[in-house]
């Protein structure tokens, strides 16, 4: 559907005559033309409870868009009237604000510029969105977001922000295992079994040459028994020294 703006009723209007009330009657009808049930646009804040009450340096917007079936807030629109530039940007602060305390980042805040001066319709009616940015983001009628537009914005930042959670949670969990202090083990019975072997035979061999007068072991059997000991101790020595 092609969405447009006609202020042929407001054109003999002036800046005193012309009141907020009647401009946000324009962009209510705008919302209607753009598939935004009824329902789904709320002029009374109070209906949404304590929440939606203003704190300091906030400003109740002219429009909360809800969805009509779960009443789950997508964003707000405020209309003001022809204002410059800084009093623009000082209604995006506050309407930003206000969005804020609302919904979070979850939702999306829009200011609405109408200038019944303007002599196209760009000039007479300026859309920007103002949240979650906290940018001025200029838009046109066309490129204004309907509800289904609204709804899976949200639906994805609430995954977005849900996987950015779990992530910092797997983070910290890491983090807190390398914080841990590695326990050292010892070099192992690999490494002392061949020695303790050797020993043995070292001790066996003295006896005997003490008890017989001769020896257990020949030098070529002492030599081999010394290299197979060797062999069984030296792989398990570099493994440790590895560690």
Avoid: H
């Avoid at 829009?110 to 000039?123: N, Q």
């Amino acid at each position: 559907m092609t969405r447009r703006l006609r202020l042929r009723n407001l054109a003999g209007e002036t800046p005193q005559t012309c009141g907020a009330e009647l401009l946000e009657d324009l962009i209510y009808s705008f919302l209607l033309q753009s598939d935004y049930p009824r329902a789904s646009v709320i002029f009374d804040v109070d209906l949404l409870g304590p929440s939606a009450l203003p704190g300091a340096g906030m400003k109740v917007p002219s429009f909360v868009i809800v969805d009509p079936i779960t009443a789950d807030v997508l964003g707000v629109v405020e209309v003001v009237d022809a204002v410059d530039g800084d009093t623009l940007r000082q209604v995006a602060i506050e309407t930003g604000a206000y969005a804020s305390r609302l919904g979070g980042k979850t939702i999306q805040g829009f200011v609405v510029r109408v200038d019944v001066r303007g002599r196209t319709e760009a000039e007479q009616v300026q859309f920007y969105r103002i949240w979650p940015n906290s940018t001025l983001q200029q838009l046109t009628s066309k490129t204004f977001p309907d509800l289904d537009t609204l709804r899976v914005a949200k639906k994805l930042i609430e995954s977005n922000s849900s996987g950015a959670k779990f992530a910092d949670t797997e983070i910290i969990g890491l983090d807190d295992d390398e914080d841990e202090p590695l326990v050292e083990t010892g070099p192992g019975a690999g490494m002392y079994l061949p020695a303790l072997v050797l020993v043995i035979l070292g001790v066996v061999d003295s006896y005997f040459r003490m008890s017989n007068g001769t020896s257990l072991l020949s030098v070529s059997q002492s030599i081999l028994a010394f290299g197979a000991a060797l062999l069984f101790t030296l792989p398990a020595a570099i493994r440790y020294l590895r560690r």
